[in-house]
């Protein structure tokens, strides 16, 4: 089955300690990216990736890190999370053909609190 | 940067009344997606329209990308209960990368049975 595996799901944490959020897709996918989703603002992009080593800054990068070592991962980092990064986030993969994107496939989503 | 506007953010409707949702963007888009995320859920993919004036249809829903490909619609003809949830349409970023998505903030829809 074709999907997008966030994990955790769900994380409550205190502010300062580093978590990872991890992403994986089975679709072959050369296109990742993270997106996270706050009341009234809808989705926001986050980081990208176009393949394997190529990353690139979304709308709201600060306080994230991300890598790209395998084209099916693509695990989103907060090295010193803080509070206004609780939030709900999205791990999501498409395919990319002759510079038009192809649908997102979306995980399931991570809600994470920082205390 | 680039902006994409959806109108209205909220729209309540009785079941069996039209819904129309609307999404302007402050560029030309090469193409438009639009996505549903039911309450508690996640998004998921409902159509791509690439083609200025492209008219697409899934059963009661009808999708427009118009002339100009700067705005684009999703009508629901007679809703039900199961079209309940939000509506948010995304376009690529056309100044810099192509390889931005942009979604607008989402129209919530909720029907009354």
């Known amino acids: 089955e074709a999907q997008v595996t966030q994990n955790p799901r769900y994380l409550i944490t205190v502010t300062g300690k580093k978590l990872t959020v991890t992403c994986s897709q089975n679709m072959n996918h050369e296109y990742m990216s993270w997106y996270r989703q706050d009341p009234g603002l809808g989705l926001r992009q986050i980081y990208y990736s176009m393949n394997v080593e190529v990353t690139d800054k979304g709308d709201v990068p600060e306080g994230y890190k991300v890598s790209r070592k395998e084209k099916r991962n693509f695990p989103l980092i907060l090295e010193s999370p803080s509070p206004n990064q609780t939030s709900l986030y999205f791990c999501a993969s498409s395919r990319w053909l002759a510079g038009v994107s192809g649908e997102l496939f979306f995980g399931e989503g991570s809600r994470l609190t920082v205390l | 940067g680039q902006q994409v506007m959806q109108i209205p953010q909220y729209q309540h409707v009785q079941e069996g009344e039209d819904f129309t949702t609307y999404c302007n963007s402050s560029?030309?888009?090469?193409?438009i997606q639009w996505y549903k995320q039911r309450p508690g859920g996640h998004p998921v993919f409902l159509i791509q329209?690439?083609?200025?004036?492209e008219v697409k249809k899934q059963k009661r829903l009808t999708f427009q990308f118009g002339e100009a490909k700067k705005n684009s619609s999703l009508h629901i003809t007679a809703t039900q209960t199961t079209d309940v949830g939000t509506y948010f349409c995304?376009?690529?970023?056309?100044?810099?990368?192509?390889?931005?998505?942009?979604f607008g903030k989402g129209t919530l829809l909720t029907v009354n049975p």
């Open positions: 995304a376009g690529p970023d056309s100044g810099g990368s192509n390889y931005k998505l942009t």
């Open positions: 560029t030309t888009l090469s193409n």
């Open positions: 329209l690439v083609k200025s004036g």
